[in-house]
T-cell receptor, first 116, second 114 residues
């Protein structure tokens, strides 16, 4: 079984400041890693994913996440946040070689509040 | 390209009633999964449908059931509603069953059970 831990339920940060949202996972098998973002009253949108290769992955809107296998972490970072980044962010994992079974295990989410 | 659409957006039901939620998957996607997101929680996997058959289920009782139709749209049915069933229900579609395929979510149906 897999589990995902997001220790910070809320993270307030001033506009243009850097931010890091922490994610740790536990799994006995190899997994794919994802970050999803959820804006108020909306579904989840894929922000970025780690499948294989380079451990640093980037999104089109300036976020990046680094896969650290030894620490089983996939922290999300942005060097300078904007008001529009205010949302809830979910870290998620899915088993590789799952034989078609696509269950995604999500963390409990981190609410990022950008303060003007 | 049409995204994932869910209906209705909001629903209020009474304990003991039955409810049906609907989902139209994104064009070209043949796999649909349903998630329950309780207030303040991350989404929890309910089940997945591929080519009209359920091929994966989370820790939800049998009163949660579903269907997938030939056009890949899907329904989630919940019988004997309980207060704890109040949540946002999310439908997600993807192309194929490869684990690397990202999920595309709809905006959800907010179910309130009173």
């Amino acid at each position: 079984a897999q589990s995902v831990t997001q220790l910070d339920s809320q993270v307030p940060v001033f506009e243009e400041a850097p931010v890091e949202l922490r994610c740790n996972y536990s799994s006995s098998v190899s997994v794919y890693l994802f970050w999803y973002v959820q804006y108020p009253n909306q579904g989840l949108q894929l922000l970025l994913k780690y499948l294989s290769g380079s451990t640093l992955v980037e999104s089109i809107n300036g976020f990046e996440a680094e896969f650290n296998k030894s620490q089983t972490s996939f922290h999300l970072r942005k060097p300078s946040v904007h008001i529009s980044d205010t949302a809830e962010y979910f870290c998620a994992v899915r088993r590789k070689n799952s034989g078609g079974y696509q269950k995604v295990t999500f963390g409990t989410g981190t609410k990022l509040q950008v303060i003007p | 390209e049409t995204g994932v659409t869910q209906s209705p957006t909001h629903l209020i039901k009474t304990r003991g009633q039955q409810v049906t939620l609907r989902c139209s998957s994104q064009s070209g996607h043949n796999t649909v999964s349903w998630y329950q997101q309780a207030l303040g929680q991350g989404p929890q996997f309910i089940f997945q449908y591929y080519r009209e058959e359920e091929n994966g289920r989370g820790n939800f009782p049998p009163r949660f059931s579903g269907l997938q139709f030939p056009n890949y749209s899907s329904e989630l049915n919940v019988n004997a509603l309980e207060l704890d069933d109040s949540a946002l229900y999310l439908c997600a579609s993807s192309s194929g069953t490869e684990g690397a395929s990202p999920l595309h979510f709809g905006n959800g149906t907010r179910l309130t059970v009173t």
